[in-house]
């Protein structure tokens, strides 16, 4: 049957440009917003969504564009509009949902809102990739500049992104493309406009519901709801009883800035009952709905007495008039601290410019105060650049950005990278101490403990693994009943200043856990917290013991939660989740075992079920309609392993390379738009040059796969020393170097699929829709899966699993006929 052929226009490059940047500004929006109304997990898992969302258009494309074809222009231009609705409607739902991730396996209705949720967000990821799926398919002699659009439209999406992210508040962020959208469907209206064989009329109607649709996104406010389980949420409530006010909001690809003022909000970290001043008025600072800092309203020091009282004090007390160095210092509560103790000097290092810029503007009179002091320096970097690029000294570094009441939510912050809480860091800041300096870290108590017993590890690891001093003559610890202290000295602690230590410990009522020659049998808690049966002293204080004295690795393996140092191959302080401990929380709390998991995992585990299960739905399932053909084909199996391995292997390698790059480039949006940019960008030059070379397809795959090997080899190997060369230039120029280091092994990656397709198209084209599908099956689960491996086994044996894949892909070059490799395919 014949029917009317679109002809190609360039104006179908066009509109497949803008596409391209909607997909991509998308995602990167998507993951900005959910990290402020959800948690990081969720932002994450957007890369898995629109996988999702792909690999099932490549799957509903394989079984129908046989019948959409005949109508290319006007089924094209109703994608194009389905792309357009899809993304507000579809996000203002998910957020409208009353999704509480607490009680997922509580639940069915809480599993089942989890899954309408992530399912909601596929949608448009699906409509997006049909259109370039369709455009691709049906233009095949046009397919090298089609594709070079979709690849430069994708790279210049994620920087498009980031320059959106400061203009436009987090929650609208998702809705922002439709323009973008529109623009694309205007130009594809445009290709087939002066075509005598379209009837063009007909897309003027879904021109028109294109303007609809997207003046109802600009005009339409999606809901702002935040997981109840957010400080956020909790402000938010009491605003609306009228006992909070909401000041005011920033935003940026670093964070949402948000501060309010309630007569409920007292958030003096740790202060004892022994204090004889009342807090003063504050203000609440959150950050991503979390609560940064509290803002004390107030001009001069006199009115910070409070701060006296608080064990975060205690290493002013045993040093004089120290030069201080506060690592993530955001509200100035730590700077009135430091001044009040007599401090000579105080460098504050927080990245974000844009809460410097609030103390000096709006906050300029509610607390912007303390910042005006010439013994004060504020220094907008990331606080772990700034420990590797300084070559100053200090006689106390406070790693404030490690301070906090403990992991709370659950553990839903769990799968937080920070590279500031590493043992790595932890020696580098050790580096930048005077000699008899001190580093400080209060964190609060949990029972059973866990966040001090980490901190305990990585201070002592970073003794144990950079230096030849035993950590046992250097460390001390010190609690009240809500909070811990642990100090690391530069040099072996002297009897002067154990007997300070022991004198200002007993004025703030402060238990000692550990100090250089305790006896535990001499303990008398005054503070009174759980411990082992029939001994006198804590847990924490007997996790010290394990870990200097005894048989750490057993303890480690023993314990409840996962305690063991984080480094910067795995820089998950936050995730304390251990496999071997179900057992004993369902043994030991019944019915509320679940209230004791670190849920961050737990949720990446469910929802790489829930993708898995949604994957093979709706990619593989269909094509079982074409089972009997499948079967008849030849070379089922290499084809099978080869697709599954490089939809595997590249999952892998990108995931990691986004997480290994947050370090350098100091923020993980930042690192997603980077990664993006360099291997859509670069992967795609390599797909379009490839089979111009004169090479074998097979013989193409195995160069490949020996060059991503030795590329992705020789970055793990240079990118630290290299990197960290240049971790003191600004974010563009960090951004580029990233782009051009991974520049090798993304114009290789993009080998790897042209190739195997291009033996199928020879030997067994009937499988080519189940190629498709197998490799966006894998791509899907891969992604999460990748981040679940990065906190067990850390970021370099997942790059290393990555590229076994790739090799097993090589492997299979041998199962294919070797009549494909003698005549030139």
């Not at 409607?89 to 998910?94: F, H, Q, R, S």
């Not at 082992?532 to 204080?541: E, G, V």
Request: charged fraction near 15%; aromatic fraction near 14%.
């Amino acid at each position: 049957m014949s029917f009317a052929k679109t002809q190609y226009s360039r104006w179908s490059a066009v509109s497949i440009f803008f596409v391209s940047v909607a997909v991509i500004a998308l995602q990167l929006m998507l993951m900005r917003a959910l990290s402020v109304s959800h948690y990081y997990h969720f932002s994450y898992l957007v890369i898995s969504t629109a996988l999702l969302g792909f690999g099932a258009s490549g799957t509903f494309l394989a079984l129908f564009f046989d019948l959409l074809k005949r109508n290319f222009f006007q089924w094209n231009l109703l994608f194009h509009l389905l792309f357009l609705i899809s993304v507000p409607v579809c996000y203002i739902t998910a957020q409208s949902l009353p999704l509480d991730t607490q009680y997922v396996l509580y639940s069915g209705e809480q599993l089942t809102m989890l899954i309408s949720y992530n399912l909601l967000m596929m949608i448009p990821f699906f409509f997006g990739g049909t259109i370039i799926g369709f455009m691709l398919s049906y233009f095949k002699k046009e397919v090298p500049e089609l594709y070079g659009s979709n690849l430069v439209g994708s790279g210049l999406g994620g920087i498009l992104a980031l320059g959106i992210m400061y203009l436009v508040p987090v929650y609208q962020l998702p809705v922002t493309v439709t323009p973008i959208i529109f623009v694309a469907m205007v130009l594809f209206y445009l290709s087939g406009f002066n075509q005598p064989q379209i009837n063009a009329k007909p897309g003027l109607f879904i021109l028109f519901l294109g303007i609809a649709g997207t003046v109802f996104s600009m005009i339409t406010d999606p809901p702002d709801t935040v997981d109840p389980y957010k400080s956020l949420s909790n402000f938010q409530q009491l605003e609306r009883q009228g006992d909070a006010e909401h000041l005011l909001q920033r935003y940026g690809p670093r964070g949402q800035i948000d501060i309010f003022a309630s007569p409920t909000f007292h958030h003096t970290l740790f202060a004892s009952p022994l204090a004889t001043a009342l807090p003063p008025s504050q203000l609440a600072l959150l950050n991503d709905g979390e609560v940064a800092g509290a803002v004390f309203s107030i001009d001069q020091e006199e009115e910070a007495a409070i701060m006296d009282y608080t064990p975060q004090s205690l290493p002013y007390r045993i040093l004089d008039n120290p030069d201080v160095l506060l690592l993530g210092e955001v509200s100035g509560l730590n700077v009135w601290l430091a001044k009040r103790m007599g401090a000579a000097s105080v460098t504050v290092i927080q990245s974000n410019p844009q809460i410097e810029d609030l103390f000096r503007t709006d906050l300029a009179d509610r607390g912007g105060a303390v910042f005006r002091d010439e013994r004060v320096r504020v220094i907008t970097q990331d606080p772990r650049h700034y420990i590797q690029q300084t070559q100053a000294s200090y006689d106390l570094i406070h790693f404030v950005a490690g301070e906090a009441i403990a992991t709370g939510t659950g553990g839903l912050q769990g799968l937080n990278e920070d590279y500031l809480l590493t043992r790595e860091a932890v020696a580098i800041a050790r580096s930048r101490l005077s000699e008899s300096g001190l580093i400080s870290i209060t964190r609060g108590i949990q029972s059973p403990p866990r966040d001090n017993i980490k901190i305990f590890s990585m201070f002592a690891d970073a003794i144990t693994h950079y230096s030849d001093d035993f950590p046992a003559d250097h460390l001390l610890v010190s609690r009240n009943y809500l909070a811990a202290n642990t100090m690391l000295s530069n040099s072996p602690l002297s009897e002067d200043r154990l007997q300070r230590f022991s004198d200002q410990s007993e004025v703030l009522q402060l238990d000692l856990e550990y100090y250089p020659g305790i006896d535990s049998a001499d303990i008398t808690q005054m503070n009174v917290i759980e411990g082992p049966d029939d001994r006198n002293y804590s847990y924490i204080h007997h996790a010290i013991q394990q870990i200097l004295f005894g048989d750490a690795e057993a303890f480690y393996d023993d314990w409840a939660y996962y305690v063991r140092s984080p480094t910067d191959n795995s820089p998950y302080f936050q995730n304390f989740f251990k496999w071997d401990s179900l057992g004993l929380f369902l043994e030991t709390y019944g019915d509320d075992w679940f209230q004791r998991l670190e849920l961050g995992y737990i949720i990446l585990l469910i929802t790489f079920l829930q993708l898995s299960v949604a994957a093979f739905l709706l990619i593989i399932a269909p094509l079982l309609f074409r089972l009997p053909t499948y079967m008849a084909a030849p070379k089922k199996m290499p084809a099978l392993l080869y697709f599954f391995a490089i939809g595997t292997g590249f999952m892998f390698v990108e995931i990691t390379f986004i997480q290994i790059f947050t370090r350098f480039l100091g923020d993980p949006i930042v690192s997603v738009s980077a990664i993006f940019t360099s291997i859509l960008v670069f992967s795609g030059i390599g797909s379009s040059i490839q089979d111009k070379l004169g090479l074998v397809a097979v013989h193409r795959m195995r160069i490949a796969v020996a060059a991503i090997i030795l590329t992705s080899l020789l970055v793990l190997l240079i990118a630290d020393p290299l990197l960290n060369r240049f971790i003191n230039l600004a974010t563009g120029w960090r951004f580029a170097i990233t782009v051009l280091l991974l520049m090798p092994v993304s114009f290789f990656l993009g080998w790897m699929f042209p190739s195997g397709m291009k033996v199928l198209e020879k030997q067994s084209d009937s499988l080519i829709p189940w190629a498709w599908g197998i490799n966006g099956f894998a791509s899907v689960t891969a992604a999460p899966l990748a981040i679940m491996l990065s906190m067990s086994i850390g970021f370099s044996n997942v790059i290393l699993l990555g590229l076994g894949c790739y090799i097993l892909a090589a492997a299979t070059s041998w199962m294919w006929d070797s009549k494909t490799v003698q005549t030139g395919w």
